[in-house]
């Protein structure tokens, strides 16, 4: 693969889903999103995940140009969801920064997780918010697909719409989110050798439905894995996913950019 060359000043992309509000990144968020734009990655969605982390995510975006705050409650830390909470949910949905509710959903995989019952009790809470606010989910699904598709399904997901986050189902399980209008968002995962079902939902999504992310700190692509992820490493990406698709570079990250902003910005 060739050498990705930002002096040849390539299309904008959109990390539409990353955490600069992680510890990791408190030292310096604003050289983390500098060298993202050296780039080209002049856009990304921080996506809060509980109390604190929602607080950042809207802080970053008011500081940053080009930063866009997603706030809800990942299902890891639903402990915390009260009315009380809901509340104060409900209040930053009003900031000019925030587009979209997340991230949300359900985790089976990790025994001290909450259990299943109080995620759906949250996820349902934040479905009905974002049904309400017409704004769109960014949905966590982990050895929970067959739940979170139903809920999904009962919260009529198509009136609002969101995307379904760092996809790790395969062709016949991302055609049942697609068929709820959901977008898919692919992340560092895509690029890894043995990501064989992630690879083959990628040719199964449409064009117009392909989202693509960092989820920084977490899942650093090829050739950087298992060095801490950031914004910047869209790029690697991104040229992954060209190289997959039979497309040019720019081709794809023009089509991730404008699905984005067709999601998340053009209200």
Known sequence: MAIYDPSKRPEAAYDSHTHLNETEFSEDVTAYWA?????????MNVVGYN???NAQAIEIAHELEGVHAIVGFQPEDVNEVNDAEMAILRDQLNDDTVVGLGEMGLDYHWE???APEVQKAAFAAQLDLARETHLPVTVHARDAFDDVYDMLKAHHVEEFGGVMHSF???AKEVQRFLDL???IGFSGMVTFKKSDDIKAALQAVPLDRILVETDAPFLAPTPMRGKMNEPMFTHYTLENMAEQLGMTYNEIAKITTDNA???WLDK
């Open 168 to 170: 790790t189902g395969d």
């Open 51 to 53: 109390h604190l982390g």
């Open 261 to 263: 902003h067709r999601l």
């Open 112 to 114: 001290d997780n909450p």
């Open 35 to 43: 060298r993202a734009r050296e780039y080209r990655i002049m856009e």
């Open 181 to 183: 209008g959901m977008y």
